[in-house]
C-alpha cells in the first residue's frame, strides 16, 4: 500500500494511469481463475484504504482539474478535493485553448467560483495565476470569501491589462504568512495596523504610496524575507524590519536606508538608471556606501547589480568600511573598470571582507575613454593584503584593457588559496590576446585554476 502511494506521488500519475493498471492486473488475476470480484476488491482496495494523509499529499500534488478527477477512484476519493487545504488556479485549470478571453475568462471565473462554493474546512494558500486572466469584481469576491478563512499563503498574479487595486479586506487577513502580488495597487485603509504574522513578501511591479510603503514594512515585526521588483509611487526605500534575513529588490529609486536590520544576511539590490543622467539621483547623502553598510553587521551574501555600485560610490569613499564584513562569504558586483569611483568602492569592499570565499565581477560597458588613473588602481605595488579564505572567481563581460588585466593580476596575486578562477569575455574579439594575458600572470595559489569560457 505505502509502495503505491509513494510511487503516485513521486511520479504524479493521472487517474486513468491507475485505473489502466488496476484493469491491466485484474485481468493478470483472472487468467488465474481467480473470480472477479474478488481480483477487483483486492486492486481498488489498495487505492480506496490509503490513509488520509496520503491522500491528500496526492491531491496537493495535482492540479485543481486532476485533483476533481481522482473522485472517480472509490468513493473514499470522491468529495476528498473540496476539502484541499491548498488551492492553486493557473493555466492547467482551463482546457479551452481559445483565443477568446472572455470564454477563458468566464470559464475560470465558473471553476474558482463552484470550487469555493463546495469547499469545506480551511484554505490554508490561494494562488491565482493565469495568463489571459484581467482584474476585476471577480478577484474583490473572493479575497473576500478568503479574509473570512484562516489563509496562510495568499498569491495573486495578474499578468495583463491595469494594476489591480486590492481591496481592503486583504489588509484583515491576519493569519498571512506569505503575501505576493503582481501587478497590482496597494492602498492599505488607515485602520490597517500590519500583518502581525507576515514572514515572507513579494512585491512585484505595483503601485504604492511612500508613506503606505514604509507603514506595511514596519509593521510585519515578524518579517523574514522580501522581494520588491519594479515598482512605482515610492522612490526611498526604508526598510525597518528586526527579523528580515533576506531583501532582493530592483528597481528606480533616490535612497536606500536600512534601520535595525540586524539579522540581514542575503541582499541583492539593483538601480536600473544611470545615477549621473538624474540629478535627483545624483545628489543623494555624501557616504552612501558607509551609511548602507551601518545596519548590515551580520552581511552574509551581497549582489550589487544594474548601476548600483555607482550610487554607493558617490560622495567620500573610504579605504575601508568602520567595521568589516566579517560574515561576507559570496560578493557580487556589475562595475565599469573605466570608473575611478567605482573601483575606489570595489576596493573598499574587497579591503572589507576579509573572509571572503566567492567573488563575482561583471563589467558593465560604458562609451568612456579609459583613464589611467583607474589603470594603475589595482596594480600590485600599492598592495599590501592577501585574500585568504577566497577561493572562486567569476568574471563575465571582461574585454581585456588595461585595468580589467590588472584587476585579474591583482586578484591572482594576492589569492593564495584560489582554486578556479572563470573568465568569460565580452565577445570572441582578441580571445587569444586575453588568454596569453590570463596564461603569463603568476598566482599565489599552486592550485588555481584558470578556465576561459567562450562568449
Known sequence: MLLLAVEIIEDRFC????????????????????????????????????????????????????????????????????????????????SISSQDQTLVKNKLVNIIDHVLLLHTGPIHKFRLSHRDFLGGSDIDRWILYLSRTPIREFILEIWKGQHYK????????????????????????????????????????????????????????????????????????????????????????YDVNFKNTFLLATVSIGLYVDITNDKNLADGNSRNLVKFFAHLPRIQRLEIQSYFLKYLAAGDVPGKLPVPCIDLTHLSIRVNFSSVEENLTALCLLRSSPN?????????????????????????????YSFAHLRVVKLTGISGVGPQLDFINFLLAYSPVLEKMTVKPASGDGAWELIKDLLRFRRASVRAEIIYLDP
Not at 488520509?52 to 486532476?66: E, F, N, T, V, Y
Not at 503582481?182 to 515572507?200: D, E, I, R
Not at 525597518?240 to 529609486?253: C, E, I, K, M
Open 15 to 94: 487517474w486513468y494511469h491507475c485505473l489502466r493498471e488496476t484493469r491491466h492486473k485484474v485481468y493478470c488475476l483472472e487468467e488465474r481463475k481467480l473470480p472477479r470480484s474478488l481480483a477487483m476488491d483486492m486492486e481498488l482496495d489498495k487505492i480506496s484504504n490509503l490513509p488520509g494523509h496520503i491522500i491528500d499529499k496526492i491531491l496537493s500534488l495535482l492540479s485543481i482539474r486532476d485533483a476533481v478527477r481522482m473522485s472517480v477512484l472509490s468513493s473514499k476519493w470522491r468529495f476528498k478535493w473540496v476539502t484541499l487545504p491548498y488551492l492553486v488556479f493557473d493555466n492547467q485549470c482551463v
Open 356 to 384: 571572503l570565499q566567492e567573488l563575482e565581477m561583471l563589467a558593465r560597458p560604458e562609451e568612456q575613454t579609459l583613464l589611467e588613473t583607474s589603470t594603475t588602481l589595482w596594480k600590485k605595488e600599492h598592495w599590501n
Open 166 to 253: 486590492l481591496p481592503s479586506c486583504l489588509y484583515n487577513c491576519q493569519s498571512l504568512i506569505h503575501l505576493e502580488l503582481f501587478n497590482s495597487l496597494l492602498k492599505p485603509p488607515p485602520t490597517f495596523k500590519g500583518f502581525m504574522s507576515l514572514k515572507s513578501l513579494d512585491l512585484q511591479h505595483i503601485i504604492m504610496a511612500q508613506d503606505a510603503f514604509e507603514n506595511l514594512i514596519s509593521s510585519c515585526p515578524l518579517l523574514e524575507k522580501f522581494t520588491l521588483m519594479n515598482f512605482d509611487g515610492f522612490t526611498h526605500l526604508n526598510i525597518h524590519a528586526p527579523n528580515l534575513q533576506f531583501f532582493d529588490t530592483g528597481g528606480v529609486f
